[in-house]
C-alpha cells in the first residue's frame, strides 16, 4: 500500500471522530462547514503530498551530479 496515503486517511478519520466527539450537532454529525473546511485542507496536504513526490522521483542532471560530488569530495578534503 501506499503509506502516505494510508497515513492521510488515518488523520481523516481521528479528525473526524474529534469533531464528532467535541463539536456534536443535534444529528451527531460535525456540522457541514467544519466537514468542508477539513475536506478542503486535507486536499490541499494530498496535493502537496503529490507534488514533494514528484520532485523526489524527478532523477538528476548527470552533470550536476557530476559536479555536485566533485564540489561535496573537494570540500571533505580541505576539512580541517
Not at 2 to 10: G, K, Q, T
Not at 61 to 70: M, N, T
Amino acid at each position: 500500500e501506499h503509506v502516505p496515503m494510508l497515513m492521510i486517511d488515518e488523520i481523516r478519520r481521528t479528525i473526524k471522530t474529534e469533531l464528532i466527539i467535541t463539536k456534536q450537532t443535534p444529528g451527531g454529525l460535525p456540522s457541514k462547514s467544519l466537514d468542508l473546511v477539513m475536506a478542503k485542507d486535507i486536499k490541499a496536504l494530498v496535493d502537496q503530498m503529490g507534488g514533494a513526490e514528484r520532485i523526489a522521483k524527478t532523477p538528476m542532471p548527470f552533470g550536476y551530479l557530476a559536479q555536485l560530488r566533485i564540489f561535496i569530495l573537494l570540500w571533505l578534503v580541505t576539512w580541517p
